[in-house]
């Protein structure tokens, strides 16, 4: 187990709804990544967050966005729901970047259904 | 743009057998260079990285990545497979400056024949 939790673990919605999916990061990490791995595919990077603020985003529009809570906890909401949003959406957490050793550790993802 | 390639979708290898999984990257500058296996029901993990130094990276689970910068390539192997290694295998890039803004393959699915 890595330390890194997520939560809810299954969902459905609908389109056009709003999703809020929560990520722990493991203890003594202050960085967050957040990907997207729709079925068949590897991960695309979404964001990253440090410190609270967002340090670097992937090809993702703005409907994508994301928080950072002081205790390094992060969320990631999704407006307007697609059908091509269905995914696993992946957590990961890692050191601060000036001491960071390249090592994200993932939690198990949330996956979504956008019916 | 930086970009990652596993050209193999899917592999099926003998239990036993050896392995190797290739991969070859796209990148100006030598990058930070990643395996990571997924299997079912667990969240992704890092099997071995390479940042610098030695090309030949030994990692866990008894796999080994040779970094060739002449081919752009950093190929996975292991001298016996063993029927809990069927997974997802993912090569993963980052650059330098930020190594933890990893970029993904599309991954090589591993089944073992018994």
């Known amino acids: 187990e890595t330390g890194v939790t997520q939560s809810p673990t299954h969902l459905i919605k609908t389109r056009g709804q709003q999703v809020t999916l929560r990520c722990s990061s493991q203890?003594?990490?202050?960085?967050v990544s957040w990907y997207q791995q729709a079925l068949g595919q590897g991960p695309q990077f979404i964001f990253q967050y440090y410190r609270e603020e967002e340090n670097g985003r992937g090809n993702f529009p703005p409907r994508f966005s994301g928080l950072q809570f002081p205790n390094y906890s992060s969320e990631l909401n999704v407006n307007a729901l697609e059908l091509d949003d269905s995914a696993l959406y992946l957590c990961a957490s890692s050191l601060a970047q000036a001491t960071n050793t390249g090592e994200l550790f993932f939690g198990e993802g949330s996956r979504l259904t956008v019916l | 743009a930086q970009s990652v390639t596993q050209p193999d979708i899917h592999i099926t290898v003998s239990e036993g057998a050896s392995l190797e999984l290739r991969c070859n990257y796209s990148?100006?500058?030598?990058?930070?260079l990643f395996w990571y296996v997924q299997s079912p029901g667990q969240g992704l993990q890092l099997l071995l990285k390479?940042?610098?130094?030695?090309?030949l990276v030994q990692g866990i689970k008894g796999f080994e990545a040779e970094f060739k910068r002449s081919q752009s390539s950093f190929n996975l192997r292991k001298p016996s497979v063993h029927w809990s290694d069927a997974a997802e295998y993912f090569c993963a890039v980052a650059p330098y400056s930020s190594a933890s803004k990893i970029i993904f393959g599309s991954g090589t699915r591993l089944s073992i024949r018994p």
């Open positions: 390479y940042f610098s130094g030695d090309t």
């Open positions: 990148y100006g500058a030598t990058p930070y």
């Open positions: 203890s003594g990490h202050n960085t």
